[in-house]
């Protein structure tokens, strides 16, 4: 009995060894099937959507901001304004009314008209619905839509309006939006009709998997690309192999490049290209919470600063490829600002700072204590979310330790880490800048550091008031030279004062299948996939077509 | 029947026990309740409403009832399948977990069957002749299995999968046709730690019985050792060997979230993670509350398997013994 069992058993073994033989031996490898002439492009990504909500889910706004919505005006590579639905537009000289003239010929997908009406609606609509578009009531006065021109009359000056209005609102369609009374609870495959180059085709929730079709009648002109579709939510360590495999052709992440520590498992991949660009964001930040005591001191920080060890965190975190940061803070992909000089670490003159204050190691423990006897032991907090942060914490404890200053660390995730920043209770702040944020407010990193300031990411450390009434100088003019004048005072400001200091400016580093030509890139709009590339990568699909043919 | 009732009085608590412990999950934790059923970012925002809404908003959770009134009115909802609302997802929490569960336990099961039979064939094989050359083959290989993590072995097997060109690396598939081969990769890591688990036990117990006088006396009837060890050692071997498979359920239901995340399967543990990450805490306490479930349910099963097994079990009394 246990005899015929035992060659059962065996059997079954067999039969699925040979099974498993025929199935690699017959099976095409996915990477060398041709998949037509290159009419899809396969995005691999680790952001995560949970609803197909423009409004609600982060990831969706995003990609409606990148294929289906449009906004009324679009930010090119080099940050200048370039027309989207808005044709044309224009400014009086206190940027107090904009006046936006529309595209005639836009559609929705669903093959409504896009009209004057729709732009207003979706501003009325969100400042009423959303909170998170509070601002608009605050910063509207008025909307007037006639046939074809939209115009704002604001409630205080604002030279930002086309970045912070005019390019961050995605525009609704009123007839679909207009019955949902709050945005923000549940889904609706009719939430994705926009007026963008591309149509929402299928989320297909368990593979993870979205496709987004070329929209034919896009009023800018068809894109190129045909197809694109998401693979959503897939680890680092599966993004690498599938690149080097060639089961996907490039990586997206807003905000951010392809993570360096990952960057060593592409190396040798020759069907691999790799598109660099200066970050506009800055991947390590330290600010200082200057309510704190010591903190207040611009000695103390300037101590601080001098303290760290920057070509270290270069290596540990760019892998080498950064550069030593400007005291200016904005890295130098931004235009309009003054040259600084760059921060490098001193210890010799950090510790004469220290002692100078009569910040010592009185009882000789190796720690210093402040002017009323205490040892300095400052609360830094980080994100244990992103990449890189827990090496830059240990080289920064390293760093204060080496000139006595004691770091009690404390990690959070983002959300903990956003309450205990509110709650202004650590003393050194570890955090990062995206491009978009650095665009916030005023521009040039203020949003982050402006105390009238709230949102999600922020520090809102700074009171003085003459950086207020800078940030407000900047929101009050259109003139080029005078904000060009003013920007340079802005970084003068960040160098005299560091309310946060750059532990280092480093590129963006895109991989990508080198079948592809070389893309722009574009940061504002999340790297190298951007509606540039994408017409762009239509010419490729030709190339390829041909390639495939011979 | 005695015996069977006394277990599942015993199951009822523990699911009680654990209903009671999810609400105080969320009702007990320092701070307003509703920053961990809004989730912080949504509390946050609600925080610039009206005061009116919030109330309005107090209402619908009933937080401003008496605690045990609360308790009662949570648990009559869990019971009704009515697990909360998660807002970072738009949607009701039974909703998002039933189609995940679903994943998991489509790895799960299969995990479970296979690893159980090979684990259980292989061990009483091994165990049957100590120092035979299966022992000494499988032994090693199966404590060098076990002793890695469940992770590294899925890394092991993506690099595999990406010098082998018909293996996927990772995700799920759009064509249910293909789900085999996806469901290959995180099922072989599960299987493959949770048979050298089993196969230990199986082999231990075996060796155990093998000693026992009614082996001695088959032998001395004649019966071939093959037939001994399947037909009379293996039976006595058996419900302990079942009590462990079940208690393994649990651990191997926490195995299968860290390699759902390895190989990006979009089943509970990637739901978990990400819900753990952005404070969902309605998706958190929901979750918590049906693997919690899940597991007590593999334990009842076991015990039924058990009682059938065994008819002292089945029975009540045990002092026969």
Known sequence: MANIFFKKVREIILCFMAAGLLMAG???????????????????????????????????????????????????????????????????????????????????????????????????????????????????????????????????????????????????????????MTPRAGETKEMTVGCGPYLFAQYDRTAGRMTFQRNPAYHGGAM??????????????????????????????????????????????????????????????????????NMSDIKFRRALSLAINYRGINESLFMGKGTLPGSGF??????????QPFLKQDTVRCRKILDDMNITDKNGDGIREDVDGRPLNL????????????????RLVNDFKSVGIGITLKTADLSTWIAIVRKKEADLILFRTTPWGMMMGAGHGSGYFDSRREGGGVIANVRDTTFHHLCDEILSTTNPDTLKDLYGKMSDYYARTLPAIALGWHPVIYPCQNSYPVPPVNQIEGGILNRASLKKWGDAAIFQAGASVK | ?????????????????????????????????????????GYYQMTRQPPAYIEKIRETYQLNDSLLKQFLTHISRALQGDLGWSHHHGRAVIKIIYPRMGWTLLLLIPSVIISTMAGGILGALAGGSPRGWMDRILTPFFLLIYSIPGYC?????????????????????????????????????????????????????????????????????GLYDRDILFTHVVKNALPPFITVVAMHFGFMMGGSLVVEMVFSWQGMGT??????????????????????????????LADVIHGVLDPRIRSGNRSNE
């Not at chain 2, 469901?183 to 299987?191: E, F, I, N, T």
Request: glycine content about 6%.
């Open chain 2, 1 to 41: 029947m005695k015996h069977m009732t006394a277990a599942f009085c015993q199951y009822v608590l523990a699911l009680l026990a654990v209903l009671a412990l999810n609400f105080l999950l969320i009702h007990m934790m320092p701070g307003d309740p509703l920053v961990h059923i809004l989730g912080e970012e």
């Open chain 2, 153 to 221: 072995l899925g890394l092991f097997l993506l690099i595999l999968a990406f010098h082998v060109d018909a293996l996927p690396m990772g995700g799920m598939p759009s064509v249910k046709t293909d789900m085999a081969l996806y469901m290959m990769m995180p099922m072989g890591v599960l299987v493959l730690h949770s048979t050298a688990y089993k196969y230990m036990i199986m082999k231990n117990a075996v060796i155990q019985e093998i000693h026992e006088a009614y082996v001695m006396t088959a032998r001395s009837k």
């Open chain 1, 26 to 180: 017959c099976s095409e490898p996915s990477a060398r099937q041709i998949k037509g002439p290159g009419q899809t492009l396969r995005v691999g990504t680790p952001m995560k959507l949970k609803q197909l909500n423009p409004l609600a889910d982060y990831t969706y706004n995003i990609l409606a901001m990148l294929l289906t919505h449009d906004t009324l005006i679009r930010l090119d590579e080099n940050l200048r304004p370039i027309p989207q639905l808005a044709r044309s537009w224009s400014a009086n000289k206190d940027a107090t009314v904009w006046t936006f003239d529309l595209v005639p010929n836009a559609l929705w997908h669903d093959g409504k008209k896009v009209t004057s009406k729709d732009v207003k609606f979706t501003f009325d609509y969100l400042g009423k619905h959303d909170p998170a578009h509070a601002w608009i009531p605050s910063l509207i006065k008025e909307i007037k839509a006639t046939p074809g021109r939209v115009i704002f009359t604001l409630n205080h000056p604002y030279s930002r309006f086309l970045i912070n209005a005019g390019f961050i609102v995605r525009i609704l369609p009123q007839h679909i939006w207009g019955h949902i």
């Open chain 1, 379 to 394: 609360m830094l907090l980080a994100r244990c979310d992103l990449e890189g942060h827990d090496v830059v914490t240990r």
């Open chain 2, 271 to 300: 739901l978990i993670y990400d819900a753990v990450i952005s404070r969902d805490y309605p998706l958190i306490s929901g979750s918590f509350m049906i693997i919690c479930a899940s597991v007590i349910l593999a334990n009842a």
């Open chain 1, 224 to 293: 190129g690309v045909e197809t694109i579709e998401f693979y959503l939510n897939r680890n680092l360590d599966i993004i690498t192999l599938s690149l080097k495999k060639g089961t996907i052709d490039l990586y997206y992440k807003y905000a951010s490049g392809f993570p360096f520590p990952y960057l060593r498992g592409l190396t040798g991949a020759k069907n691999l290209q790799f598109i660099t660009a200066p970050s506009m964001g800055i991947s390590a930040v330290l600010g200082f919470n200057m309510a704190k005591k």
């Open chain 1, 330 to 339: 904005v890295p130098g992909t931004f235009p309009q600002q003054s040259k």
